[in-house]
């Protein structure tokens, strides 16, 4: 049953049985338009550097430091195209190849939309003047990449968190 929604985003109150019987109702938020995929890239340069993305996320007022992501929400576009398109987007990188790591839920609690992770690989490089182009949600976000380095990448990424009190998505 419908509850509400938004232009992005639908509330919705699933009635189903237990394995008791018992019947349970569950309220559940889903994308509209269709979208039920998200893609998100972990991706190293050659000079050993994890490119990750800080943004605005304004339901908690912080400025996390996660992957870049993105809807998969163009019409006829393969999840590992929308991996390529949103690592170029995003940090205006390019890779060889992706290897597709196993789904997750993004909230199966909550949410019915699945994140498949891509692992870079290859010559992760800049797309030669490639010039960023944020629509006006990223401008307002406040999109910027951020390079730590993989191989301490657990000491940076505390390192950060301690030092800009944002947490790590």
């Not at 109150?13 to 998200?38: Q, S």
């Not at 929308?82 to 060889?96: G, P």
């Not at 993989?150 to 968190?161: A, F, Y």
Request: glycine share 6%; with cysteine; net charge neutral.
């Amino acid at each position: 049953r419908h509850l509400v929604g938004g232009e992005y985003l639908e509330i919705h109150a699933d009635t189903f049985r237990g394995r008791d019987g018992t019947e349970v109702v569950w309220e559940r938020v889903a994308r509209t338009r269709g979208v039920r995929d998200i893609v998100a890239v972990f991706a190293v340069t050659p000079d050993r550097h994890v490119l990750l993305m800080e943004q605005l996320r304004p339901p908690m007022q912080v400025r996390p430091l996660e992957l870049p992501a993105g809807l998969c929400d163009v019409p006829g576009e393969t999840i590992t195209a929308a991996a390529h398109r949103e690592l170029a987007e995003e940090t205006q990188h390019r890779a060889r190849r992706f290897r597709r790591a196993p789904w997750t839920p993004e909230c199966s609690g909550v949410l019915d939309t699945r994140i498949h992770l891509f692992i870079a690989r290859g010559y992760v490089t800049p797309i030669p003047n490639a010039v960023p182009q944020p629509d006006e949600t990223e401008r307002a976000l406040g999109m910027r990449v951020v390079q730590l380095p993989v191989d301490d990448l657990e000491r940076e990424l505390l390192r950060h968190q301690r030092r800009t009190r944002n947490p790590v998505d």
